[in-house]
């Protein structure tokens, strides 16, 4: 099985060769590694040095989603994982989904539970975040909960339900992976496989009222689902999020 890493960065330079280092030792090696450089006006330049088996492409400060997908359309494998440049994989990452996949063909994508550092120091994660992995679709309609570097997808998948839309400054994550379980089965596996870092000068800043930005996507969300009963399910949670008030239907997390 090919896999393409691609790591997304801006200005993250002494971040991104801890994601790069954890790719490279990890026990299944991936095809290619493939670095979008959004702009960055710090040392980044040099991971191709530091690197020289990477492929390193730099483009204007264009946001995440942009750098994602010009990795996807470069992309040599049928398989693509996602790596933050401030996040880490574990050393079994890509080699548990490779068997999770190879056991379950029929499913196209898988998730992982993660582990948060903040300062050095490793937190509880908040319930609302915390995987379950009956209803991937459900249980992300409140809130985002699948780490876009725990992820491994068939290319197939985006060829269906489009790309990381580039008009979403935030929740593009929650964006695809809606469109994607809208229609599709996906797999969580059950075992901590990446470290999420936080608190570092290089994070990106925190975002207010995210809400706002999950009300557009639900609504674009309405008029692409094809099923009656999650049309209900997103149009509850659209106006629970419009009114601030909690949805009332099954596991919400909300």
Request: aromatic share 10%; hydrophobic share 35%; glycine share 4%.
């Amino acid at each position: 099985m090919n896999i393409s890493v691609i790591i997304p960065t801006y200005n993250r330079y002494k971040l991104l060769k801890r994601a790069i280092k954890s790719v490279l030792a990890q026990t299944y090696i991936p095809k290619e590694i493939i670095v979008i450089d959004d702009g960055s006006t710090d040392a980044t330049c040099n991971i191709q040095r530091d690197f020289p088996n990477i492929i390193y492409i730099y483009q204007k400060n264009s946001g995440v989603s942009a750098a994602r997908n010009r990795g996807i359309e470069i992309v040599q494998s049928e398989w693509i994982a996602f790596l933050d440049s401030d996040d880490e994989f574990h050393r079994d990452k890509l080699q548990k989904q490779v068997d999770f996949h190879t056991q379950n063909p029929n499913i196209l994508m898988s998730y992982t539970h993660e582990k948060w550092v903040r300062n050095g120091v490793a937190v509880k994660i908040p319930k609302k975040y915390r995987k379950i992995g009956k209803d991937a679709f459900l249980e992300n309609l409140s809130y985002c909960n699948i780490a876009p570097s725990s992820v491994m997808l068939h290319k197939s998948l985006l060829e269906t339900v489009g790309l990381f839309d580039e008009h979403l400054e935030v929740c593009e994550d929650y964006d695809l992976w809606l469109r994607i379980t809208c229609k599709h089965k996906i797999g969580l596996i059950h075992e901590t496989l990446i470290t999420k870092y936080a608190g570092h000068d290089a994070q990106l800043g925190f975002r207010k009222n995210m809400d706002a930005y999950r009300i557009k996507v639900l609504k674009k969300l309405l008029l692409t689902c094809n099923s009656d009963e999650k049309k209900l399910l997103i149009q509850y949670e659209l106006d629970g999020k419009m009114l601030h008030k909690q949805p009332r239907f099954g596991n919400s997390r909300h």
